[in-house]
């Protein structure tokens, strides 16, 4: 059966389709018949408790300079779509939070992936505490005492703005490092959040892994390794991929966290996993797909389907093997 998907983005025609998920699954989307509706953050309306937005038809290309095609732009009521993909990517700021609250007036008529309250409810550094025994020590503060000591303890540390992404800002501070009354001082003007503050993993080196869940699923990983001189692994940084498999303790951390992400409604995730230690669980727009197999035909494919039984689409994916890549 035929699908209305929307898709709530930042702009199509400034996106790199190699790799990009959201292209990724809009290609799969596509191939299987669906209709496409394309939009942006700024073209979301309420009026009266109805939400709408601009919206523009979209048709998708695997063709790297033409990848797109959009069709005017007509004011629609969102509860008609079937299923929408909020796929803008963070800051995780108020217009974010806003944009959960919109889409919560629809869902879940209008399948919304993620869950808009559970994206609001689950900041990604903040929701993976839930799972302490997955993690490594982990602090979050802004209080420098509480650094010190945490640095004291620990020795190495690495230190992250609580709502930052991409890996913006995160620094590796040593013991002894004579640097860190500065770094404070930096963050502390910088950044109005608290701080994430944990033990550094020095098998970081070696590669971070992007997992990616489907209803609570595991259904595929990448390996991303940090370019050479930098600490983080993000592609956005110079991070390469690589295929990779799960360990037995990447399932265990799969199949603890699953059971919570699907009662939730987080349909579609993305954690991170240093040397078997559960770093961040990734809701907003995560990403991980693309460098998989979601481009190339077969069943390695995301898939829209319709859960006729619940009366209402959902995400239906199409499984990824441990060592997709």
């Not at 959201?22 to 009026?47: K, N, V």
């Not at 523009?56 to 732009?73: K, P």
């Not at 982990?138 to 420098?144: A, F, P, S």
């Amino acid at each position: 059966m035929s699908l209305t998907v929307a898709v709530q983005m930042d702009p199509i025609q400034n996106i790199k389709i190699a790799g990009d998920t959201t292209f990724a699954l809009l290609l799969e989307a596509a191939r299987r018949g669906h209709r496409l509706l394309h939009y942006g953050l700024e073209r979301l309306s309420m009026r009266d408790g109805r939400v709408t937005a601009q919206v523009e038809t979209l048709e998708v290309r695997d063709e790297e300079g033409s990848h797109y095609t959009l069709g005017s732009a007509e004011r629609m009521d969102l509860s008609e779509a079937d299923v929408i993909l909020m796929r803008q990517d963070p800051p995780f700021d108020i217009a974010y939070i806003t944009a959960t609250h919109l889409l919560e007036r629809l869902h879940p008529k209008t399948l919304v992936v993620n869950d808009p309250a559970s994206v609001r409810n689950a900041p990604e550094k903040i929701f993976v505490t839930q799972f302490p025994q997955l993690m490594p020590p982990t602090l979050i503060t802004r209080d420098k005492a509480e650094i010190e000591a945490f640095r004291r303890e620990f020795g190495e540390i690495v230190m992250k703005p609580l709502h930052g992404h991409g890996g913006a800002a995160v620094l590796r501070v040593t013991q002894e490092d004579p640097n860190f009354g500065s770094i404070f001082d930096l963050f502390s003007v910088t950044f109005r959040e608290p701080w994430v503050v944990q033990r550094f993993l020095p098998k970081i080196t070696e590669g971070d892994k992007r997992i990616i869940l489907i209803d609570g699923d595991a259904m595929g990983a990448i390996n991303r390794v940090p370019a050479l001189n930098d600490l983080r692994s993000n592609m956005v940084r110079g991070g390469a991929a690589k295929p990779t498999d799960l360990s037995a303790r990447e399932r265990e951390i799969c199949e603890t966290i699953g059971p919570e992400l699907k009662a939730r409604g987080l349909i579609l995730v993305g954690i991170d996993v240093i040397d078997g230690n559960l770093t961040e669980i990734n809701v907003t727009s995560p990403t991980g797909i693309g460098h998989q197999a979601a481009r190339r035909p077969g069943p390695r494919r995301r898939r829209l389907g319709r859960d006729r039984g619940a009366g209402r689409p959902e995400l239906n994916p199409g499984r990824l093997p441990p060592n997709a890549g």
